[in-house]
């Protein structure tokens, strides 16, 4: 029913560039909460990028603020993930997620948690960055 899906991962050079997608079937992100989060081998979850639809509001991970950038497609009921500058320690499995919800704060503050409460989750795609 509800169906988030990823794709867009691969293998990239450092310096490269890479565009994930999340699209939606069954669920709508308006006046949602939608995010991007990564994780390694023998590492917890990391939020990385996150997006309150109502507003446009985005949060970025120290770590990827000025390479990354989340942005929706409201047409196409999509968030996209553009990459750049990627650097070997953002090897991961990327996923997306979401949650309705009316507050903003509530979306920024999931950057620094591990286990945020979002409804759907997507199955993850591949990011490798190698030398």
């Known amino acids: 029913q509800v169906q988030l899906v990823e794709s867009g991962g691969g293998s990239v050079q450092a310096g490269g560039s890479l565009r994930l997608s999340c699209a939606a079937s069954g669920y709508t992100f308006t006046r949602n909460c939608v995010g991007w989060f990564r994780q390694s081998p023998g590492k917890e979850r990391e939020g990385v990028a996150v997006?309150?639809?109502?507003?446009?509001?985005?949060y970025y991970a120290d770590s990827v603020e000025g390479r990354f950038t989340i942005s929706e497609d409201n047409a196409k009921n999509t968030v996209y993930l553009q990459m750049n500058s990627l650097e070997l320690e953002d090897t991961a499995i990327y996923f997306c997620a979401a949650r309705n919800t009316y507050s903003s704060r509530w979306c920024s503050s999931v950057i620094g948690s591990t286990n945020p409460d979002f409804d759907h989750w997507g199955q993850g795609t591949q990011v490798t960055v190698s030398s």
């Open positions: 997006m309150y639809t109502s507003g446009g509001m985005t």
